[in-house]
């Protein structure tokens, strides 16, 4: 299991920057879109498009592994 862990966080570390910090904030730290809108300055609507894209880059990823 901490294998697969770790596999999972190396697979986030190459994400976008923009795009991780959206799936880190919104997942990891567990906060409401509104919160995360206003530490990345976006719209509700581009913060929905980086978590989209963010998670579809991540299974991209961890299918290759």
Partial sequence: QK???ENIFQSIN??????KT???LLKVEG???KEVCEIMDVQEKALESLYQRA???LKELLDKE
């Fill in 3 to 5: 294998e697969a862990l």
């Fill in 31 to 33: 906060l409401k879109a």
């Fill in 22 to 24: 959206a799936l880190l």
């Fill in 14 to 19: 190459q994400l976008p920057e923009r795009q």
């Fill in 55 to 57: 998670k579809k880059k």
